[in-house]
């Protein structure tokens, strides 16, 4: 059920549209209405986490929804090559290691970093697509980055920075909180996350 709404709930997100729990009721928990709480929890954290967007509820006594880039961020993470996933919560990630490492981030200990979330340079992954193209480029040109080669490095060697959106829009405290999370719990904690079932999910919504 959480995939399920997961993928519907994504499908919203992309067409920037509000949603109801009473929509949600309709489409994804018909005959499990009970459940709704704990469902709607653990997809938003999922939501959160993995995806970086937030499910926030804008009238409580219509309970009605709307999906946002997480942390203030204005960056909605969805690429304009037909990408179906937004990729907010790895420029998160990014973020928060950059802050981990004492604000300059050398290249390695980035890419270890994301190795560890099984994402290679030149490799395409599932939810973020190609990351060597996010994170020295897309996101560099949005100004949440900066990645310049280190003073002096021969043979070169670079390093990531926050960029100037990056300390408009959210905080370092902000991050780490959200890293931190992250890191206890990463999508290995959501079984049910795959490529199959959450695509399938949005395809259907």
Known sequence: MMAELMGFLLHKYRTKQPTS????????????QDHFPVVLSQASECL?????VDVKEVDPREHLYVLVPTLGLTYDGMQDDGQSMPNTGLLVILLGVIVLEGDFAPEEAVWRALSKMGL?????HFIYGEPRELITNVWVQEGYV????????DPARYEFLWGPRAYTETSKLQVLEHFLRVNRRGPSSFPSLSEERVSDEEEGA
């Open 21 to 32: 729990k009473e929509e949600m009721l309709n489409a994804v928990l018909r005959d499990d």
């Open 48 to 52: 959160q986490l993995v995806f970086g």
């Open 120 to 124: 290679c340079a030149g490799r395409e």
């Open 146 to 153: 900066e990645y310049r080669q280190v003073a002096n490095s």
